[in-house]
């Protein structure tokens, strides 16, 4: 690894920095990195698919999801986090590539993945989130599950 390549902790620290600073309670949440198009986007043959980067809050009491967009290739924050929970949830669905799928009753629909090896856009930046992967994968099943 190259000296000034942050390590997986390092990378973890700025995506909650991120987070931290636009939700007032931040401490009540588990956080995974996840990424909309950024895996496809090199395969698809007019590299047209959008690239976009997530920090996730999630809370199982009471059950909470907070989508905090973020600017991958400067890591800094990026549009309004939106927050989804029992009242405002329209939909959450897995779709068939094993991403997922959920949307607000306002019309805010946010497709993403959580991988246990999240890559961001600038070369030898990972993210290593393995627990947190498996933990977020039972948070959303059980949100699945009440949708």
Do not use: C
């Amino acid at each position: 690894m190259h000296p000034t390549t942050p390590t997986s902790d390092e990378l973890k620290d700025t995506l909650r920095g991120i987070f931290d600073a636009q939700i007032p309670n931040h401490g009540d949440y588990n956080l995974v990195f996840g990424s909309a198009g950024a895996d496809r986007a090199a395969q698809s043959p007019t590299g047209s698919r959008k690239e976009r980067y997530y920090v996730i809050g999630y809370r199982w009491r009471p059950q909470e999801l907070i989508i905090a967009p973020f600017n991958g290739p400067t890591l800094t924050a990026g549009s309004t986090p939106v927050a989804i929970n029992m009242t405002n949830l329209s939909h959450a669905i897995q779709l068939a590539e094993g991403d997922y799928e959920v949307g607000t009753s306002t019309g805010k629909t946010f497709r993403f993945t959580v991988r246990t090896r999240g890559l961001l856009p600038i070369p030898g930046h990972v993210i290593e989130q393995d627990d947190d992967e498996a933990d977020f994968r039972s948070f959303m099943a059980g949100l699945l599950e009440v949708a």
